[in-house]
């Protein structure tokens, strides 16, 4: 069973930066792939950023490309989603997804069998 909670999320002024968390929650080592996700009202939820839990290729939506940086620890089983330059249409629920291996990389939200709670991300000009 794989649980994730994400934080960190709030409200800042375009330009400022925020720091998403995401614990996953799991007996064994996370050898998942692992998604950032967001949803803004009245929108489909899209891929933000991908990385494979172990490290290795970062893939990233080509809106937040050079602003925002997934990285994994592994020891605090925390991915994390540092996100800078933010803009107003930024502005949405934010998610982590974790899937099994292989062939990580930005996918489609149905392929995600494990979603955090959400924490929002609001963004004000």
């Known amino acids: 069973q794989v649980q994730l909670v994400e934080s960190g999320g709030g409200s800042v002024q375009a330009g400022g930066s925020l720091r998403l968390s995401c614990i996953v929650s799991t007996n064994t080592y996370p050898r998942y792939c692992m998604e950032w996700f967001r949803q803004a009202p009245g929108k489909e939820r899209e891929g933000v950023a991908s990385v494979y839990f172990g490290g290795g290729t970062t893939l990233y939506a080509d809106s937040v490309k050079g602003r925002f940086h997934i990285s994994p620890d592994s020891a605090k089983k925390t991915v994390f989603l540092e996100m800078n330059m933010l803009r107003p249409e930024d502005t949405a629920m934010y998610y982590c997804?974790?899937?099994?291996?292989?062939?990580?990389?930005?996918?489609?939200?149905?392929?995600?069998?494990?979603w955090g709670q959400g924490t929002q991300v609001t963004v004000s000009s």
């Open positions: 997804a974790a899937r099994d291996p292989p062939g990580c990389g930005m996918a489609a939200p149905g392929l995600y069998p494990y």
